[in-house]
Every structure is written in C-alpha cells, then in structure tokens.
C-alpha cells in the first residue's frame, strides 16, 4: 500500500514538512515519485 506524503505524515504523527526536510537533508526516506513527481510512500 502507498500513501502521499500528507497520508504518510498523518500516520507517524509528523508534520509533512518536517518530512520532506529529512529526505532532502539526510536521504532517510527515499519515496517513489509519480509521473507528476509526488512523493509516495510504502
């Protein structure tokens, strides 16, 4: 099951923001992209 980045958030109880931050500064998460280039997580 894939979830958007809001989905993904909600679940772990973090702000989608702070989420992003970790991707782009720490390469923790590593999500796959739609074609329109959305964040899906699994």
Request: net charge positive; hydrophobic share 30%.
């Amino acid at each position: 099951m894939t979830y958007s980045i809001g989905e993904f958030a909600q679940l772990c109880g973090i702000n989608a923001t702070t989420l992003r931050a970790w991707q782009r500064r720490y390469g923790l998460l590593k999500p796959q992209r739609t074609d329109g280039g959305h964040r899906l997580y699994n």
